[in-house]
C-alpha cells in the first residue's frame, strides 16, 4: 500500500522568507503526485501535480515542486511567503495504475506566516 | 463556473440518529468520491463511484454506512446510528476521468455526533 509522509506538522515562516514543506512517498512505482491546499473551514484546492515529463512543476499562487525520483520526494516551495499563504498543506499519491482513483494523503503541514 | 457543493455544512446530531449528507458534483464529471478527514489528519478515502456504479470501498465504511448515486449525478452518503467517532468532516470530490485527472472537492460537511 502507498503511504504519505509530511514532515513537520506546523512550519513558521515570516513574510518574505521561503516556505518549504516536504513530501516523501512510498511506493514501488513512482504514482501521480499531488499538492492541495485547504484554507480554515474550506475544502481542499488544487495547488499543482506532477504527472509525466518536466520534474520541475509549477502551480498557483508562486507555488513550485519538484519531482525526485532517487529521493521519493516532492517538496513544494515558495520563495516568498505572504501572509495569505497561511493554511495546511497536503501531499497526496494516486496509483498509475487505471484502477487506481483514490488520493492517498498525508497528515499535512501547517503553514503559519509571520508579519 | 459551477464547484463541487456539498449540503449541509454543518450537522450537529445525537448518538444514535441517522444522517445524510449531498454531494453535487461538477456537471460531466462521471467520477465521484467521498473522503473523511478527521481533526489534524488528512482526508483518507471512503468509497468512489463512476457514474453511478459504486466501484471502491474502503474497510473505513462500516455496515453503518452507505453511499449512493442513483442518476450517475448527485450522492448521498448515510451513516446510521451515529457514534461519537463519526464526528469528522465529510469530504466530496469528483473528477472527469481517471489517472492523473485532478479530483476537485466540495467544501465538506462538519458532522458533530453529541
Known amino acids: 500500500a502507498q503511504s504519505v509522509t509530511q514532515l513537520g506538522s506546523h512550519v513558521s515562516v515570516s513574510e518574505g522568507a521561503l516556505v518549504l514543506l516536504r513530501c516523501n512517498y512510498s511506493?514501488?512505482?513512482?504514482?501521480?503526485l499531488f499538492w492541495y491546499v485547504q484554507y480554515p473551514n474550506q475544502g481542499l484546492q488544487l495547488l499543482l501535480k506532477y504527472t509525466t515529463g518536466a520534474t520541475l512543476v509549477k502551480g498557483i499562487n508562486g507555488f513550485e515542486a519538484e519531482f525526485k525520483k532517487s529521493e521519493t520526494s516532492f517538496h513544494l516551495t515558495k520563495p516568498s511567503a505572504h501572509m495569505s499563504d497561511a493554511a495546511e498543506y497536503f501531499c497526496?499519491?494516486?496509483?498509475?495504475?487505471?484502477?487506481?482513483?483514490?488520493?492517498?494523503f498525508g497528515g499535512g503541514t501547517r503553514v503559519l506566516v509571520k508579519p | 463556473d459551477t464547484g463541487v457543493s456539498q449540503d449541509p455544512r454543518h450537522k450537529i446530531t445525537k448518538r444514535g440518529q441517522n444522517v445524510t449528507f449531498r454531494c453535487d458534483p461538477i456537471s460531466e464529471h462521471n467520477r465521484l468520491y467521498w473522503y473523511r478527514q478527521t481533526l489534524g489528519q488528512g482526508p483518507e478515502f471512503l468509497t468512489y463511484f463512476q457514474n453511478e456504479a459504486q466501484l471502491e470501498k474502503s474497510r473505513l465504511l462500516s455496515d453503518r454506512f452507505s453511499a449512493e448515486r442513483p442518476k450517475g449525478s448527485f450522492s448521498t452518503l448515510e451513516i446510521q446510528r451515529t457514534e461519537q467517532g463519526d464526528s469528522a468532516m465529510y469530504l466530496c470530490a469528483s473528477s472527469l476521468g481517471a489517472g492523473a485527472d485532478t479530483q476537485y472537492f466540495g467544501p465538506g460537511t462538519r458532522l458533530t455526533v453529541l
Open positions: 511506493s514501488s512505482v513512482p504514482p501521480y
Open positions: 497526496a499519491v494516486k496509483p498509475l495504475e487505471a484502477a487506481g482513483n483514490k488520493l492517498t
